[in-house]
């Protein structure tokens, strides 16, 4: 689904023997938008993003998960078209953040894998946790609390899902290695189609981020650009989810113009 006019972020980072071999086992094949789709929007939060767009070395000595720069010169900027162009339809948007308790506990074993994991950026009530105001939520946005990578793990996300009728997502936000990847792979597991415009993730390690848009686009989701996602969202009807999901609806109309 790549725009072929345009380079896949991993062109550059694959070995001409591993594009054989996936062009040979038939990997890659579009699987396509969906019908029904609603947007999720994953940790784009301060403790990903940092407070402002600055060089990653220097983001992370005050947030440590930080993707730095790229999280607003181009992810946000990104997320903000897709987020309009739903809003304008009328489609569902889900939010995750991922709050903590303060003595870690609901980390589990995740909390082995740094050295800084006793750092307070990401302990319930800190900033760390809130939506970057860029892309806050609007009144009716769906909102889903997760303690481990995936959106879905743990969550209400499927219900909520099942109970709109979605067929799809469009999966933004961060990071791509991480939570990204990880609520991609859920959401294909539990046959929801997936598409991911590949400006509206990121990630602190370029090489991550390249390597995890290649496993997702050849074997699980749809990795294309932010105006294919907007082309798409252009021809979709406005209002598939009125009669099932109100509140968004109204609330919508009660945003002033």
């Not at 790549?2 to 023997?17: G, H, K, S």
């Not at 938008?33 to 600055?54: S, T």
């Amino acid at each position: 689904m790549t725009d072929q006019a345009i380079a896949a972020p991993w062109d550059d980072v694959l070995p001409e023997t591993d594009r054989a071999v996936f062009d040979a086992a038939g990997w890659g094949r579009p699987a396509g938008f969906g019908e029904r789709p609603a947007v999720l929007v994953v940790d784009v939060n301060y403790n990903f993003c940092g407070d402002r767009p600055e060089p990653i070395l220097k983001s992370i000595e005050r947030w440590r998960y930080s993707c730095g720069e790229v999280a607003w010169t181009e992810g946000i900027p990104a997320i903000q078209r897709v987020l309009n162009a739903a809003r304008a339809k009328r489609l569902p948007v889900i939010y995750t953040t991922s709050p903590r308790r303060e003595d870690g506990f609901d980390l589990g074993v995740w909390m082995d894998k740094s050295y800084r994991s006793d750092d307070p950026v990401d302990v319930v009530g800190h900033r760390g946790n809130d939506i970057v105001d860029a892309i806050c939520p609007f009144p009716g946005d769906l909102f889903i609390e997760k303690r481990k990578p995936s959106a879905f793990f743990g969550t209400t996300l499927v219900s909520h899902l099942t109970h709109l009728r979605a067929d799809s997502l469009i999966v933004m936000g961060s990071t791509t290695s991480g939570c990204v990847r990880a609520s991609a792979v859920d959401a294909v597991s539990y046959d929801f189609r997936v598409v991911i415009p590949q400006e509206a993730v990121f990630d602190r390690s370029v090489l991550s981020h390249k390597v995890s848009l290649l496993d997702i686009h050849m074997k699980y989701a749809d990795v294309t650009t932010t105006s294919s996602v907007l082309a798409y969202l252009e021809g979709l009807e406005t209002g598939l989810f009125d009669a099932v999901f109100p509140p968004f609806a109204n609330a919508l109309a009660a945003q002033p113009s």
